[in-house]
């Protein structure tokens, strides 16, 4: 089983910078895994923020696009969220997700960290 643990979030100032880290453990994680990031803010649906393909493919969700950037090291099974300008309506719980390449749903995810960004 693969286990995805998130870390960084925290309280912010409107236009602040947070990363976000996700580290991943297990037997049978792999680094082609498709690896992405989740948000849910109270009363609304988890939407998809970043993902990242083992070749090299990202996507943005265009709320975030030329503000957040999703990296990741493979040697260090960990992927990153970098999040700058962030504005108020950025606050949310963020949620580290992966699957295999060819899996239509996430298999994985972690048990969220708080993002809160003040006016």
């Known amino acids: 089983q693969v286990q995805l643990v998130e870390s960084g979030g925290g309280l912010v100032q409107a236009g602040g910078s947070l990363r976000l880290s996700c580290a991943a453990s297990g037997r049978t994680f792999r680094s082609t895994y498709t690896m992405a990031w989740f948000r849910q803010a109270p009363g609304k649906e988890r939407e998809l923020v970043a993902g990242?393909?083992?070749?090299?493919?990202?996507y943005y969700t265009d709320s975030v696009r030329g503000r957040f950037t999703i990296s990741r090291d493979n040697a260090k099974n960990t992927v990153y969220l970098q999040m700058n300008s962030l504005k108020p309506e950025d606050t949310a719980v963020y949620y580290c997700?992966?699957?295999?390449?060819?899996?239509?749903?996430?298999?994985?995810w972690g048990q969220g960290t708080q993002v809160t960004v003040s006016s």
């Open positions: 997700a992966a699957k295999s390449g060819s899996m239509r749903e996430y298999e994985y």
């Open positions: 990242s393909w083992y070749g090299g493919t990202t």
